[in-house]
């Protein structure tokens, strides 16, 4: 029995079949091992690239707020200058409106137009407690002088003290002459006066316009 040959075949195959299940639990123990080979270095790769992501989403993020925090002082500096300039200028308008009085008052001062020269004529004037002017050509140790004459008339209820500016032009209307006239004699309601005078200060020029001012004159102080 110890030498049946079925038993003998029985047996071999016993061990072949244990053989191959043998060599099929350490094929599949290698091809395990070659895939965990394979999944670590993946693994590695991800968490470099991921860890990449996050420092450069840190730069990003560090880069807007320091930006943001530039811009925002900006801004306030910016809101600081509007507001001084706002004070400056509400500062300064006052003083602008003050600075233009005095070119105001001598534009109203100054006549309107000018008169054209006319000699030994009366020219009627009529402004203020002013009536009329008459210009002549006088000779003075042989040179040629211009004389006016003017006539005031109080027509107020009130007493007045004359004063009066006249200015000769030359044919460019360039100002060649001034005189004025301040006569801080009374001049009583309905009374009228004559005021006669050689121009002083004119230029060696022929005049050939004039205008004729009156300021003040009504209940003025005597000096």
Do not use: C
Not at 142 to 163: A, D, I, M, S, W
Not at 185 to 211: I, N, V
Request: hydrophobic letters at 35%; a positive charge; zero cysteines.
């Amino acid at each position: 029995m110890e030498n049946d040959p079925g038993t003998h075949i029985a047996d071999s195959a016993l061990e072949s079949s244990e053989r191959k299940r043998s060599s099929t639990r350490r094929s599949s123990r290698g091809r395990h091992h070659t895939r965990s080979h394979q999944a670590n270095p993946r693994l590695a790769v991800i968490i470099i690239l991921l860890g990449i992501f996050l420092a450069l989403l840190l730069v990003i993020t560090v880069y807007l707020g320091l930006e943001l925090a530039q811009v925002t002082k900006n801004a306030n500096r910016l809101a600081t200058e509007l507001t001084d300039a706002k004070l400056a200028l509400s500062t300064m308008k006052p003083r602008q409106e003050e600075a233009w009085q005095g070119p105001l008052q001598i534009a109203k001062e100054q006549p309107p137009a000018l008169i054209d020269m006319q000699f030994d004529k009366v020219i009627p004037i009529n402004k203020g407690y002013l009536k009329n002017i008459m210009f002549s050509v006088v000779n003075r140790n042989g040179q040629k002088r211009y004389e006016y004459r003017l006539v005031f008339e109080n027509t107020t209820p009130h007493q007045v003290y004359p004063h009066a500016r006249v200015t000769l032009f030359n044919k460019s209307q360039t100002q060649i002459g001034m005189d004025e006239i301040s006569d801080y004699t009374e001049l009583a309601p309905g009374e009228s006066r004559s005021h006669s005078a050689l121009m002083t200060h004119l230029a060696d020029q022929e005049p050939h316009r004039f205008s004729v001012d009156t300021k003040g004159g009504v209940n003025l102080p005597s000096p």
